[in-house]
C-alpha cells in the first residue's frame, strides 16, 4: 500500500447523494485508476487516467464521475445515478498505462448506504 | 478479448505442505501475467509478474508461479505454506498485442492454511 492513500476508509452515503473518494500518490506516477470489488467476483474497472486531465471509461464507469487536475490526485464522485453503490473501492496506479507495467494499490475505501 | 479464470474458489493446505493456486487465462496475443494478494479490508500486494523469458517467476514472500503456454496457465505456488500466507489471490492479464489495454482480473481464490 505504500506510496497510495485513500481516504476515508469508511464512507456513508444516504440515497441520492453524491459523495467523493479521495485517491492520492507519492509515486510520481503518470496512471491511475480506480476499480470496483464486490463480494466474489474479481476487481472491475470503474475509470482510468494516463496522463493529467485525461481520464477513459473502463468496463462500468456509468454512476460514475472522475477528475484529473494533479499527477497525484485521481478523485472519483459516485453519484446519485448508481444505484448499487456498496462495495470496496481500490485506486492503483502505475508508472505508465499498459505494457508491463505493474499496478499498485492503495488501502482501499469501503462504501456503505444508510 | 482478455479472460482469466481461477477454477476454484476456495484452496485448503496444512501448514507446512506445497500449496498451488490455479489460474487459466485467454488472449489473442501474448501475455502480461500478475499475481496479487489481499488481506481482509486491504488494498492489493503485487507478488510476481510473467513479462517474458524464464517460465519460473519468482516472487515476494517466498512464492513462485510457472507460466506454461501451452496450457494457458499460470499457477501460483510456494514450497511451504505458512498461516499468515491465509488471504484472497488474485490473477491478472493484459494482452500484450494490445498497448493501452487495461487489467483483467480473475475472481479471486481464498487460501487458507490450516496450523
Known amino acids: 500500500d505504500g506510496g497510495i492513500t485513500q481516504s476515508p476508509k469508511y464512507l456513508f452515503r444516504k440515497e441520492g447523494q453524491n459523495v467523493t473518494l479521495s485517491c492520492e500518490q507519492n509515486?510520481?506516477?503518470?496512471?491511475m485508476y480506480w476499480y470496483r470489488q464486490d463480494p466474489g467476483q474479481g476487481l472491475r474497472l470503474i475509470y482510468y487516467s494516463q496522463i493529467v486531465n485525461d481520464f477513459q471509461k473502463g468496463d462500468i464507469a456509468e454512476g460514475y464521475s472522475v477528475s484529473r487536475e494533479k499527477k497525484e490526485s485521481f478523485p472519483l464522485t459516485v453519484t446519485s445515478a448508481q444505484k448499487n453503490p456498496t462495495a470496496f473501492y481500490l485506486c492503483?496506479?502505475?508508472?505508465?498505462?499498459?505494457?508491463?507495467?505493474?499496478?499498485?494499490f492503495g488501502p482501499g475505501t469501503r462504501l456503505l448506504v444508510l | 478479448a482478455q479472460s482469466v479464470a481461477q477454477p476454484e474458489d476456495q484452496v485448503n493446505v496444512a501448514e507446512g505442505n506445497p500449496l498451488t493456486v490455479k489460474c487459466t487465462y485467454s488472449v489473442s496475443g501474448n501475455p502480461y501475467l500478475f499475481w496479487y494478494v489481499q488481506y481482509p479490508n486491504r488494498g492489493l500486494q503485487f507478488l510476481l509478474k510473467?513479462?517474458?523469458?524464464?517460465?519460473l517467476v519468482k516472487g515476494s514472500y517466498g512464492f513462485e508461479a510457472e507460466f506454461n503456454k501451452s496450457q494457458t496457465s499460470f499457477h501460483l505456488k510456494k514450497p511451504s505454506a505458512l498461516v499468515s500466507d491465509s488471504a484472497l489471490y488474485f490473477c491478472a492479464v493484459r494482452d500484450l498485442g494490445n498497448y493501452g489495454q487495461n487489467f483483467v482480473f480473475g475472481p479471486g481464490t481464498r487460501l487458507s492454511v490450516l496450523p
Open positions: 510473467y513479462i517474458t523469458g524464464d517460465n
Open positions: 509515486l510520481n506516477h503518470d496512471a
Open positions: 492503483a496506479s502505475s508508472v505508465q498505462a499498459g505494457g508491463q507495467e505493474t499496478q499498485y
